[in-house]
């Protein structure tokens, strides 16, 4: 049973950091790609960032230069870190394995992302 839980959310100012990590179990960790998504209220669930299983990483534009994704296969752990955090980056963050057809059956709980301008 895959099961993915995300931590590390929370307040912070516009201009402040955060890193968020997402725990996996269930799967074979170390050769699935990962993803970080984000949902603000009212809008889509979109997919932030992903990392392959040779460290290859893709942005969406909006946060190119201020989050890197990462991951720890020993840990079975992808991280986010994000900098330089904005008010438009509130949202809820989830990771997923975008690649799985399967996927929309692995959401977790999500961690709250709370910017402050």
């Known amino acids: 049973q895959v099961q993915l839980v995300e931590s590390g959310g929370g307040l912070v100012q516009a201009g402040g950091s955060l890193r968020l990590s997402c725990a996996a179990s269930g799967i074979i960790f170390s050769v699935r790609t990962m993803g970080w998504y984000r949902q603000a209220p009212g809008k889509q669930r979109e997919l932030v960032a992903s990392?392959?299983?040779?460290?290859?990483?893709n942005y969406i534009d909006s946060v190119k230069g201020r989050f890197t994704i990462s991951r720890d296969n020993a840990k079975k752990t992808v991280y986010l870190q994000m900098n330089s955090l904005k008010p438009e980056d509130t949202a809820v963050y989830y990771c997923?394995?975008?690649?799985?057809?399967?996927?929309?059956?692995?959401w977790g709980q999500g961690t709250q992302v709370t910017v402050s301008s």
């Open positions: 990392i392959n299983n040779v460290g290859d990483t």
């Open positions: 997923n394995l975008p690649l799985s057809s399967n996927y929309n059956k692995y």
